[in-house]
């Protein structure tokens, strides 16, 4: 398969973990400099040697919060490389209460990520992207986008707006060599249930037990083939289920 990353740049965010974490790990064996981000500076100082060391790749990290406007506007005016590839990953799910009983620490929590964090980002790089008539924006969204379920009210708004920004933008770059993509993945084990349960080990466990979910691997390797395809390809999106999830509520686990 050509390689068509060797040698580009490109940014990940939230990178410290899950799918970031293996989309950085991705890219980089196939020879592409990164800008990785996250809000654990310990963790990505660790990324940054393990990707250098065993790739040979030049790795830059950026801690701080997507969700701050101000600090995401201070880091990308200070890059000096240009930006062929975003990954639009930094996101979670806080709680599964119903409408009615939910916390709204929770939901600003999730809106200002999910949402205002694919907002900010995308709206400060993707002008560099349109100058130079090229670049790749590729935004991590969830089946959560395409189907509600009970007690994730505002975890399916935030990822239903991610796919409506995700086509709204296409559109507005509609015209220019700019692609944008997004992927929707299913269950995948990360950190993703213990940080909607928040830290509760057994209840997060009990979202994987009896089946096989995916895996951080399994969609960094989507994103990769969705960033290596011809310059003339554009993914729009890709669902992404394991064998055992048919849908968002719909999920067959072993006796």
């Known amino acids: 398969m050509t390689n068509r990353l060797e040698g580009k740049w490109a940014l990940v965010t939230g990178a410290t973990s899950g799918i970031g974490r293996a ?116 935004n991590v969204g969830s089946i959560a986008g395409h189907e509600s379920y009970p007690g994730g009210s505002v975890y399916c708004a935030t990822k239903h707006a991610v796919k409506a920004f995700t086509e709204a933008t296409k559109k507005d770059l509609h015209g220019t060599n700019v692609r944008v993509s997004m992927v929707s993945p299913g269950l995948v084990e990360t950190e993703f249930s213990n940080v909607r349960f928040h830290g509760d080990d057994e209840r997060a466990d009990n979202v994987y037990a009896n089946l096989d979910p995916l895996t951080g691997e399994d969609i960094a390797e989507i994103i990769h083939f969705i960033a290596n395809r011809p310059p003339h390809v554009n993914i729009m999106d890709s669902i992404v289920l394991p064998v055992s999830q048919s849908s968002s509520s719909m999920v067959s686990r072993d006796e």
């Open 23 to 138: 989309t950085a790990v991705e890219f980089a064996a196939s020879s592409c400099n990164l800008i990785i981000n996250g809000r654990r500076k310990e963790r990505l100082d660790n990324l940054k040697q393990q990707l250098e060391t065993e790739h040979s790749v030049v790795v830059e990290t950026g801690c701080f919060d997507v969700r701050d406007r101000e600090a995401c506007s201070d880091f990308i005016s200070q890059l000096e490389h240009p930006i062929d590839t975003l990954v639009n990953n930094a996101g979670l799910a806080r709680g599964k209460d119903a409408v009615y009983d939910a916390s709204f620490e929770d939901w600003d929590e999730m809106v200002d990520t999910n949402i205002k964090g694919v907002l900010n980002m995308t709206r400060l790089i993707s002008p560099r992207m349109k100058e130079k008539n090229r670049g790749h924006i590729i």
